[in-house]
């Protein structure tokens, strides 16, 4: 649900200038001649973090992309990195290094909790070619982020009084047969102008001031009203999977009162998936376990989300009785170039596989990340790859021209919508 997509600034904007920050002038020359040879308009070259500092401070808003060392003189690339946070600068980042792995994932895990859109984190020697394919694929996959619109407590209130508050629909695609097996629900939100408002600090905001429960219900009033004409369409077998707050989990009440919903709209439980993430279980685990319990037995699915990115995921997975497991998408993007990555998304696979539990990949953006998916034997995947999230009436598009289950097969398409 955290994810930033404004609808009107999906227009995947090319990567027009890349600023190379790195203390070896032999990478940065040879940076810079591939960049531009792939279509870079503009090379832009710092020694380290300092100068590029200074440099970003006064172009932030034309820099769409960097390639960060980690290891500069002045300023290294952990200290840019927070710089660079600072002046809310919406780019890509790629990191090179010859440090340790296990430095580079810190310093990449670091970037995802900075806000910062980190790409990918590659070994020292780098190979040349795949650091500007990372660099320049924001062009195919995805729009760069850029500073929205600002956001308050009343903004929320205003949009919920006055039906402001939308589900966008994300394509999931079943790995074996290529073909839409369901989507997820996220949850957008439009200012009074209309702009789609940045909708991880719309999550966090309504988490912080008590508005949380009454978006969890909205949306699921709106997929209720959405998902029977995607049945009655396209087919019965399809399933929406959407994010429930702690706070609803933690009212033994839920599952009568979302099962009731779900009944009145002549839908079945076996068609919605609930996706958890550990940050946001409620401290009373007995409370959400009667809760999570009776969900199951109903007949909902239940997802563990964002798996890997918390301290005690394992936990949560013995205690709880999840269905599904999504890989979060850090380790998916590492997971070519980092052993860390790569043991995390091979270590992950085999316990859900022990566990019986259906395995999703998240923000596979590149065909190698979708590639690598396929080798893990991961039953589903969803990301920029195939489709950003999409408004109900633009997802019916999509699939009536990509397909669903026992339809067309899908291939994967870039910047659709």
């Known amino acids: 649900m955290s994810s930033l997509d404004p609808e009107k600034q999906d227009a995947l904007p090319p990567v027009a200038t890349v600023m190379v920050v790195d203390d070896d002038p032999i990478f940065r020359m040879l940076m810079e001649q591939v960049l531009l040879q792939k279509g870079a308009k503009r090379v832009i070259m710092a020694s380290d973090g300092e100068e590029a500092h200074q440099i970003l401070r006064r172009t932030a808003n034309e820099i769409d992309a960097i390639t960060l060392d980690l290891s500069m003189p002045n300023q290294d690339g952990v200290g840019f990195m927070r710089l660079a946070s600072e002046l809310a600068w919406g780019g890509r980042l790629v990191l090179v290094s010859g440090e340790h792995a296990s430095v580079r994932h810190s310093a990449g895990k670091l970037a995802a909790m900075m806000k910062i859109d980190c790409a990918g984190v590659l070994a020292k020697p780098a190979d040349y070619q795949k650091v500007a394919d990372l660099v320049l ?52 939100m439009r200012n009074r102008e209309g702009q789609l408002l940045d909708a991880g600090k719309m999550i966090n905001l309504a988490e912080e001031n008590g508005r949380i429960t009454d978006i969890t219900w909205r949306m699921i009033e709106l997929v209720a009203e959405d998902t029977p004409e995607l049945l009655g369409t396209f087919d019965e077998a399809f399933k929406i999977s959407f994010n429930i707050s702690g706070s609803i989990i933690s009212n033994t009440q839920f599952p009568g009162q979302f099962w009731e919903i ?21 401290q009373d685990t007995s409370q959400s376990l009667e809760a999570l319990t009776r969900l199951r037995m109903q007949g909902f699915g239940l997802a563990i989300d964002d798996f890997g990115t918390g301290y005690s995921n394992i936990e949560q997975l013995r205690l709880f009785p999840f269905s599904e497991l999504k890989i979060d998408k850090s380790f998916m993007s590492a997971a070519a170039t980092d052993r860390f990555a790569f043991a995390c998304v091979e270590a992950s696979v085999s316990l859900a596989r022990q566990l019986d539990l259906t395995i999703v990949a998240e923000g596979i953006e590149t065909t190698e990340e979708l590639e690598l998916a396929r080798r893990f034997d991961i039953d589903e995947a969803q990301g920029y790859l195939f489709s950003r999230p999409l408004p109900f009436c633009d997802f019916k598009e999509f699939l009536k021209v990509h397909g669903t289950v026992g339809n067309a097969s899908l291939a994967p398409v870039r910047a659709v919508g």
């Open 137 to 188: 694929s924001g062009r195919s996959n995805r729009p760069l982020r850029k500073v929205g619109p600002g956001i308050d407590v009343e903004e929320i209130n205003s949009a919920l009084r006055n039906s402001r508050l939308f589900a966008y629909y994300q394509p999931r695609i079943d790995l074996a047969t290529g073909r839409v097996a369901g989507a997820e629900a996220l949850a957008r």
């Open 262 to 282: 779900i009944r009145l709209s002549g839908l079945n439980p076996e068609n919605f998936i609930l996706e958890l993430t550990e940050t946001r279980l409620p």
